[in-house]
């Protein structure tokens, strides 16, 4: 692994502490009006999202429907044309940088895992555990007892207790997501953005994934984009449907598969 690419893991370490997360109202993502627009093409249009503290949503949608650029605007990748962006009641997003973003609680784990593979399960958990300590100390200095522990519950979370000395780049391309949804939860996140995570997956995996992502919500909310339906189905609490942009529909799995427009435009492709 190279220095700038620890250094890069690592930068979020350089800010003060954000603000205190205000859950008061319950509601833990607030996107309003949010518009971006690439070269004459509208990739949001006007969306309003709302997701709530602890809550699993489900977020789907056609190629093109805006999914990746509403993740993409969440964690500051992308700045919005119009709109506003709250995390909780008191950390406008559109005010902070990506890695001030990722301090404050939201956690994105991306479709292709973006582990270290020439280190342990376990350093990939140290690094990612980090927080403000310089790239020497996270890979000369001995963790506390308490770190330790944090990276044994998140190894025993994501199934991977037998392999903390594995190399990460030995592991199965479910592991491996599994790993990186590790890396996520040693952060702490309050809101953790997950993108198409059981693509290549064995039915197994898959099967151990929904698990994992259903036990997950509670002490945080977590927001799956995702293609493939029998998987949305097998977790999906509150499904969020996308096209051109603006939220379609939003509900039920039921209520969402039943609705004539989300056939017409996803389901019935």
């Known amino acids: 692994m190279s220095m700038t690419s620890i250094g890069r893991l690592l930068s979020r370490g350089h800010y003060s502490a954000p603000p205190p997360l205000d859950l008061s109202h319950n509601i833990v993502l607030y996107l309003e009006g949010i518009s971006v627009s690439f070269d004459g093409f509208k990739a949001l249009n006007n969306l309003n999202l709302y997701i709530e503290a602890g809550e699993l949503r489900c977020i789907i949608g056609p190629n093109g429907a805006g999914k990746t650029t509403m993740m993409d605007v969440i964690t500051g ?12 009641q008191t950390i406008d997003l559109l005010a902070l940088s990506e890695p001030e973003i990722a301090q404050a609680g939201i956690g994105r784990k991306f479709q292709k895992p973006t582990v270290f593979p ?14 403000e300590r310089s790239v020497w100390k996270v890979l000369f200095a001995k ?14 979370t994501v199934g ?33 953005l997950v993108d ?15 698990e994992l992502l259903v036990s997950l919500a509670g002490e945080r909310s977590v927001v799956v984009v995702e293609h493939d339906m029998d998987f949305v189905r097998s977790i999906a609490r509150t499904v969020t449907v996308l096209h051109e942009g603006s939220v379609l529909a939003e509900g ?7 609705d004539p427009k989300v056939v017409e435009v996803y389901l019935g492709e």
Do not use: C, Y
């Open 77 to 88: 990748k992308t700045r919005p044309d119009t709109g506003s962006a709250w995390f909780g």
């Open 118 to 131: 020439n280190h342990t399960v376990f350093e990939n958990l140290e690094l990612a555990l980090a927080g």
């Open 143 to 156: 963790l506390s007892p308490s770190q330790i522990a944090r990276i044994d519950q998140v190894l025993e």
């Open 160 to 192: 991977l207790k037998d392999h903390r000395s594995t190399q990460a780049g030995s592991l199965s391309h479910g592991q491996k997501q599994w790993l990186e949804i590790g890396m996520m939860l040693v952060q702490e996140p309050k809101l953790m």
């Open 196 to 210: 198409e995570p059981v693509a290549g997956m064995t039915p197994q995996e898959t099967e151990k994934t929904a």
């Open 252 to 258: 039920s799995i039921d209520k969402v598969q039943n």
